[in-house]
C-alpha cells in the first residue's frame, strides 16, 4: 500500500508528487501518455504574474504568481530565465496612466530581487513596430520551458522515492475497507498504454490532477457527488521565423480586449500567442483553426512594420486550458487561479482545478497542507529554497565558462543550448564522452545520440516526438528525413527495452 497516487502527469502532478516525496511520503504518479505531453507543454511558456489579471482584480493570483517568478528563477536558472516585455501603448485603447498604475502595482505587489522594475519608453524607427506606435512601457517576467519543468519535477519526485510511470492510465478505481487499518482506501486499476499489462495500486489518498480530463475522472471517482464545473478553453500558439533582432518580447493589446504575446523562440523564431475559444471536444485532439491563426497574425499585423503570413508558420500547438467554471460569459475573463477541493468519502481524495504553470509549486504546497489531516506525520515545506534537478549554480554565463574549461571541444553553440535544458545535468547526459566523435550519431540540428540516450534513459523520453517536441524543441529544426531516422532510432531503443 502506497501513501499517494497521483493521476496525471501535468505540471501539477509532478509537482505535487515531488512535493509529496520529499515530505516522506511514498508516491506514485501515473500519466497515461507522455509527461507533459497535455496542457503543460502546450502554454505560452511564461512565469508571470499576469498584468491583464489585475483588470479583474485577481489580486491574490497576481500576488503570488509575481513572488514565484523570483522562486522559480532560483530553483531552475537552466530553464528560466528573465525576459523583458514591451508594451506599445495604443492610442484608442487602455489610457497611459492606467496601464502606467497597472505597472506600478505589478512592480510592488511583490518583493522583486532579480527583476529589473518597469518604465516607460520611446519607440524609434529601428524598432520593429509601425511609426504609429510612438510610446510605451517596459517591464519584467519571466520565461519558462514549461515541458522541461515537468520532467524535472518528475526527476525530483523520483530523486525521493516517488515512483513516475509514463504512458500507464488510471482506468478505474474503487474504494474499499483495508483490513489492515481499518480505513477506507483506494485500489486504482492502471494499464500500461505500450505492453497493455494492468497493474492494481493500493492508496490511501488519490490525487485527481487530470487537467482537462478532471470532470471526467471525477465522475467516475465519484458518482455521487461529482466535482465542481470545469469550463474547457482552448489556446493556440503559431512559431514563424524570428520577427526582429532584439531579446525582448512584446504584449500587444487587441480591441477585444485580449493581449497576444510576441516572444523570441528558440534563436530563430518567434513565438505568437494566444487565443481563447471555449472547447468542448477531446482536450487530447484540440488543434488550431484557421480562424485563429488569421486571428493571430492580424493581432501581431497590427503592430509589426514587417509579419510573415500563414505560409510562413513553422510550427503551431493548442492546448485546453482547464479552469473553474465561474459563469462569465467571456472566456478571457474566467479566473486563471486554483482550486482545490479534499473530500473524505469514500476515501480521502484531492481534486485539482485550474491553476498555471507558475503557480504549480504554490498549487502542490497548498495540497499538502490539506492533507495533513489525512497525513498528520508527514515532514514540513520544503521547496520554497530547493533547486530543481540540474539548477544547482547561480548564473548560465558562469556555469558556460565553467564547462567550456572543463569540455574546451565542445562546440559553444551547443554548450549553450543545453545549458537552457540540462544546467549542470549535462554532465550525466555526456557520461564518459571526451570527443565530438563519442556523441554518436547526428541526427541533424546538434541533436546527438548521446543526448538521446540520455533522454530516453534518465527523462522517460520514448519516442521521438518526445525528444523533438517536448525534452527538446529539435522537432523545429530537424527536416522529414532526419525525423524519420530519428524515429526510426527511438523505436529500435524501445523495442530493446521492451
Ligand atoms: C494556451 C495556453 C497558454 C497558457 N499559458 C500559460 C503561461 O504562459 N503561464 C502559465 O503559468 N500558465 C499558462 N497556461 C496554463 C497552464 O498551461 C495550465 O494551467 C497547466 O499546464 C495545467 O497543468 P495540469 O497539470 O493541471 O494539466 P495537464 O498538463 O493537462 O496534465 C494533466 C495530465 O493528466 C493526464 N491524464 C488525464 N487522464 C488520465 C488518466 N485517467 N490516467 C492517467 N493520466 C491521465 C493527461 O494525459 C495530462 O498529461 C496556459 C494554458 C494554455 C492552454
Excluded at 160 to 182: F, N, Q, W, Y
Excluded at 197 to 216: D, F, L, S
Aim: charged share 25%.
Amino acid at each position: 500500500m502506497i501513501d499517494l497516487l497521483v493521476i496525471g502527469g501535468g505540471v501539477n502532478g509532478a509537482g505535487i508528487a515531488a512535493d509529496a516525496a520529499g515530505r516522506g511520503l511514498s508516491v506514485v504518479l501515473c500519466e497515461r501518455g507522455d509527461l507533459g505531453g497535455a496542457t503543460s507543454s502546450a502554454s505560452t511558456k511564461l512565469i508571470h504574474g499576469g498584468l491583464r489579471y489585475l483588470e479583474t482584480y485577481q489580486f491574490r493570483l497576481v500576488r503570488e504568481s509575481l513572488a514565484e517568478r523570483e522562486v522559480l528563477l532560483h530553483a531552475a536558472p537552466h530553464i528560466v530565465w528573465p525576459l523583458r516585455f514591451r508594451l506599445p501603448h495604443h492610442k484608442a485603447l487602455r489610457p497611459q496612466w492606467m496601464i502606467r498604475s497597472g505597472l506600478f502595482l505589478y512592480d510592488h505587489l511583490s518583493k522583486r530581487v532579480s527583476l529589473p522594475a518597469s518604465h516607460g519608453l520611446k519607440f524609434e524607427h529601428t524598432d520593429p513596430l509601425k511609426s504609429e506606435f510612438e510610446a510605451g512601457f517596459e517591464y519584467s517576467d519571466c520565461w519558462v520551458d514549461d515541458a522541461r519543468l515537468v520532467v524535472l519535477n518528475a526527476m525530483q519526485a523520483q530523486n525521493h522515492g516517488a515512483s513516475i510511470m509514463p504512458r500507464t492510465v488510471c482506468e478505474h478505481i474503487d474504494a474499499s475497507l483495508d483490513s489492515v487499518s481499518k480505513q477506507m482506501v483506494w485500489t486504482a486499476t492502471l494499464r500500461d498504454i505500450n505492453s497493455g499489462q494492468e497493474q492494481k495500486v493500493k492508496a490511501r489518498c488519490v490525487i485527481n490532477a487530470t487537467g482537462p480530463w478532471v470532470g471526467k475522472l471525477g465522475r467516475q471517482l465519484q458518482p455521487q457527488t461529482p466535482p465542481a464545473d470545469v469550463r474547457l478553453v482552448k489556446g493556440s500558439h503559431i512559431i514563424v521565423p524570428r520577427m526582429y533582432e532584439g531579446e525582448e518580447a512584446y504584449i500587444l493589446q487587441n480591441p477585444d480586449g485580449r493581449v497576444v504575446f510576441v516572444i523570441p523562440y528558440e534563436k530563430q523564431y518567434s513565438l505568437i500567442g494566444t487565443t481563447e475559444e471555449d472547447y468542448t471536444g477531446d482536450p487530447s485532439a484540440a488543434a488550431i483553426s484557421p480562424a485563429e491563426i488569421t486571428y493571430l497574425l492580424s493581432v501581431t499585423n497590427s503592430y509589426f512594420k514587417k509579419v510573415p503570413d500563414a505560409s510562413q508558420i513553422v510550427h503551431h500547438f493548442s492546448g485546453v486550458r482547464p479552469l473553474i467554471d465561474d459563469g462569465d460569459e467571456n472566456a478571457s475573463k474566467v479566473s486563471r487561479d486554483y482550486t482545490l477541493e479534499l473530500s473524505r468519502s469514500p476515501a480521502p481524495l484531492l481534486t485539482v482545478f485550474g491553476g498555471k504553470i507558475t503557480t504549480y509549486r504554490r498549487l502542490a504546497e497548498s495540497a499538502m497542507d490539506q492533507l495533513r489531516v489525512v497525513f498528520p506525520d508527514m515532514a514540513r515545506k520544503w521547496t520554497l529554497e530547493a533547486r530543481l534537478p540540474g539548477g544547482d549554480f547561480e548564473s548560465q554565463q558562469q556555469l558556460l565558462i565553467d564547462l567550456a574549461a572543463e569540455f574546451p571541444w565542445l562546440d559553444t553553440d551547443l554548450l549553450e543550448a543545453w545549458i537552457k535544458r540540462y544546467g549542470t545535468l549535462i554532465r550525466v547526459v555526456l557520461g564518459d564522452a571526451k570527443t565530438l566523435d563519442d556523441l554518436g550519431v547526428c541526427f541533424g540540428a546538434d541533436l546527438y545520440e548521446c543526448e538521446v540516450r540520455y533522454l530516453m534513459r534518465e527523462e522517460w523520453a520514448q519516442t521521438a516526438e518526445d525528444i523533438m517536441w517536448r525534452r527538446t524543441k529539435s522537432g523545429l529544426r530537424l527536416n522529414a528525413e532526419q525525423r524519420a531516422s530519428l524515429t526510426r532510432f527511438c523505436d529500435s531503443e524501445q523495442t530493446l527495452k521492451a
